[in-house]
C-alpha cells in the first residue's frame, strides 16, 4: 500500500476518487446529489486555486481511501463562484428534476457562516472503501495530511461530521481532535473539530 500527495489536477486518479467519493459518501454528501462530474469541477477548481491537495491511499494501482484537505476553507466559495458557469450547466437539469434541492443549495452557501470559527484549513472529505475499513488507513491518511500541512506551514485545521455519526465521531476523537462547537444545518446536528498538529 501506498500514500500519494496530490496538488495537481490528474482527471483519471481523481475520476476513480470521484467515484469512491459518491459510493462511500451519497448516503449523507449533498453535493453528491450533483454527480462524478460536480465533484470533479470542485476538485479542479480547488487545485487550480492552489488552496487544496488530496492524499490517495493505493493498493495495486487502486485507490481505496483519499482524504481532501484545504488550505482556506473560506475561499472555497469564491473558488466555485469562478466556476459557476460549469457548475450550474450540471446542477441545472438535476435541480430542475428535483426542486427541493434549491433549499439545500442555499444553506449550503451558509455553511462558512454556520461555522463561524477562526481556524481556516479544513479536511474536508475523507473516504475508504468498505472493504479497507478498520485497517488503520483512515488514521494513515490522517497522518499523511497532516505532514502536507505541516510543510505547508499549517498547525491547526478543523473537520466537521453529523453528530449522529457514531463512529466518525470517535475517528476524530481519537485522532486527536477536539469538538471546539456544533451547529445546524440541513436540519442536522453537525460537531466541528480541531486539531493543533504537533
Known sequence: MRYKSLYKYDEVLLK????LH???LSY????????INFLLEIYKGILAARIGFFVIAQ???RVIGFVLCCSDSDRIFMVMLKRCLILLKIIFPIVFRNPSLIKRLIE?????QKENVNVKPELLVIAVRQEFRSKQIGT??????EK???KNGVSRYKVTVHNAMTDSNRFYLDNGMKILKTFYL???QWNLFAKDIL
Open 16 to 19: 476513480e476518487v470521484a467515484n
Open 22 to 24: 459518491n459510493d462511500a
Open 28 to 35: 449523507r454528501s449533498f453535493i453528491t446529489n450533483f454527480g
Open 59 to 61: 493498493e495495486n494501482d
Open 108 to 112: 449550503t452557501s451558509l455553511y462558512f
Open 140 to 145: 494513515n491518511l490522517v497522518e499523511e495530511l
Open 148 to 150: 502536507q500541512f505541516k
Open 186 to 188: 440541513y436540519d442536522t
